[in-house]
């Protein structure tokens, strides 16, 4: 399955699609420095498969190349970043601003 996960900012997500057809998202909400995902949803026909995982790792691939960081109060986010420490530096923790 060739997927795509791209930015829809007039929606306020990030989007999985198989084709044209979305197949999952995870909705944000932006600031100049900071990300807080929401939300996380992928189609029932395509759970278990890994497309919430490779959700996740392109939206972070993609904050981290913005030099942003993340709130994760979505648990699925969250949970993800708790097992992938690679990413943990993206973690928003209060008094982190400079």
């Known amino acids: 399955m ?6 829809n900012p007039e929606r306020e997500r990030f989007e999985v699609r198989e084709g044209r057809r979305v197949i999952g998202w995870a909705a944000y909400q932006e600031t ?3 990300i807080v995902f929401t939300h996380t949803e992928v189609d029932p026909a395509y759970e278990g498969q890994g497309i919430g995982s490779q959700l996740v790792r392109a939206t972070l691939d993609h904050v981290r ?6 709130l994760p109060t979505c648990p699925f986010v969250s949970a993800w970043m708790g097992r992938h420490p690679e990413y943990d530096d993206l973690r928003y923790r209060p008094g982190d601003e400079a």
Do not use: H, N
């Open 2 to 7: 060739a997927i795509e996960v791209i930015d």
């Open 32 to 34: 100049a420095r900071l």
């Open 65 to 70: 190349a913005q030099g942003m960081q993340v």
